[in-house]
């Protein structure tokens, strides 16, 4: 009993400790309007339970904060947020604000400092350096490839059509997965056909462990998470995903040098380059670790969000039947029956499917929630943090 109430009275002083010494910040909170928080806690609570629950908890709590005004704040254990739903406001705070909010270093265990989570002052130098290699001709290149794709995923879906209700994201993401890994590494993954590789579950178990511990704040500490089985759950398949881009970087490299001893011209725009012989090749002086790295990142950026954005469009299109059949006659007028793969030029004559993507980036944006941590004096509308 003596224990305990040592324990007790130990945490008591430690907490009126921590209390003090962030006065200024409480005293600075209670000048916001906030809903829906509970003692300690705060709004955690509001981010448990599973996916369909956390998202109805989140819309409720954002309807609820909107409806307070445009500047509130909610608390997550110990820190405080700020937030604003002002155009004006975002514009402001993403100007000025760049560096990550904290939940994003879950996600460097896994990237590291790729461009994703990059510190700012790294961030700035190797997006400096990397910016030229993202021009649309790159992406150009490899039309052919996302009509190939394509046509695998229509087929895929075809089998499903008529039958009972499925999730058409994970058919998605698997033909983006096959896109992604062919334009940024030159690697063929066949995940269409076959889904359930060493380096996919591993890569699914890693991103599952990193959303668990995104919405269980018992799990954010380390000290706390390396004590359970996921820790190394994650440090293993960490490993399988590291050792997986290394080899292909390593042979990338070996490829790249062997090149340039034969004196052949890579600036040769005949000949088409993924995005890791583009690193290599244009003498950026990132080490093997760098680039492993930025090509991680770049795969799971762009595989996801390009999924997401894809998903809800065909939801939509599903939804609308008038906007699907103007979406499908223009399809049947580029095609007239063909079953050719796309071009740059059909691309551009895709008008009406242009304006269902942009609505659905408008309606369902891929990233709602952005955090940033304030590292200066930031002045809103109305406030100053």
Known sequence: MLIILSVFFGISLYYMYF????????????????????????????????????????????????????????????????????????QIILENCLEKDYSYKFLQTWLGNGLFVAPVELWKMHRRLLLPIFHNHIIEDYIDVFGEQGAILVERLRDRAGGQEFDVHTYITSCMLDIVFEAAMGEKMDVQHTPDTPYMCARKSVMSVISMRLFKPWMQPDILFNLTPCSKQQRINIDITHKFTDEVVTKKRNKVEEQIGMSVDWNDNQTRKDLLELLLSNKLNLNDKELREHIDSITIAGNDTTALVVSYALMLLGCYQDEQDKVYNELKNIFDGSLRAPTKADLCKMENLERVIKETMRLYTVVPIIGRKTQKEVKLCKWNF
Do not use: M
């Open 19 to 90: 209390r003090h010494t962030r006065k200024q910040l409480y005293a600075f909170s209670d000048s916001l309007p906030s809903a829906g928080s509970l003692p300690v806690l705060g709004h955690s609570h509001w981010f448990l339970g599973g996916p369909e629950r956390l998202l109805k908890n989140i819309k409720q709590l954002c309807e609820t904060l909107h409806e307070i005004g445009d500047v509130t704040k909610i608390w997550i254990g110990p820190s405080l947020y700020i937030v604003t739903f002002k155009p004006d406001d975002i």
